[in-house]
């Protein structure tokens, strides 16, 4: 679904990412983990166009989209969903959902839609409430309706439990499960709960100060006698 190529990338002049090679296959479950500062964030904002690339190629469902602006790849099916600013706080749960469907036609938006309150059914009872009434967890769950909507296939996730209780933040993960078990997408994650990250996912990738120093089964990686320990905060179970 996505391949990525010795990508250099950044902000400007201040280069983060060296050399970094990531793949995610077909509904797959990929997370990338590492400390804080690592250019985790700046990744997914990469692939998404949101950087200055300095070089390396990225390929998205069998296509070159290295150049391509932010709204020309989430035509194609690529979502980005920040930890905040998600969603549009001052308008309601129904505007928002509109939002994510200005592309579409009419029938194809209330197909969309149907399908959308299916998976998130509690969205139903509150569609005219103001997002800023919305708990966190509300949130990232009307923000993946969004990308539904969007008929987005591949989505990237940026802390999507940060500051959330520990119930709650299951709740999302298991969500992320369901979207890629029901909905057939493929999920990119970055996670600062490193173990919950590692049992959701197929695979994980290692990031150090810009740099892949780790790719494997996330399994692996949860049982590394030095690695989760040293980077992650994890001890083998």
Known sequence: MIEVYDLNAGYGKL??????????????????????????????????????I?????????????????????????????????????????ENLIMAGLTLDKSEFNDRLEYA??????????LDRKVKTLSGGERQMLSMAMALIMK??????????????????????????????????????????????????DRAYLLVSGRVIYEGSSKELLEHPELGKLYLGVKKL
């Open 15 to 52: 280069h983060i990412l060296y050399d970094v090679k990531l793949k995610v296959n077909d509904n797959e479950i990929v997370t990338v983990l590492g400390p804080n500062g690592s250019g985790k964030s700046t990744l997914l904002k990469t692939i998404m166009g949101l950087t200055t």
């Open 54 to 94: 300095y070089g390396g190629k990225i390929i998205f469902d069998g296509k070159d989209v290295t150049k391509l602006r932010p709204d020309e790849k989430a035509k194609l099916g690529l979502a980005y969903i920040p930890q905040i600013g998600n969603v549009f706080t001052n308008l309601t749960v129904k």
């Open 117 to 126: 309150l299916s998976v998130f059914p509690f969205l139903k009872a509150c």
């Open 152 to 201: 987005s296939k591949f989505i990237m996730f940026d802390e999507p439990t940060g500051n959330l209780a520990p119930k709650i933040a299951t709740e999302v993960l298991n969500k992320i499960i369901e979207l890629r078990e029901q909905s057939k997408l493929t999920i990119l994650l970055v996670e600062q709960a490193a173990r919950k990250a590692l049992e959701v996912s």
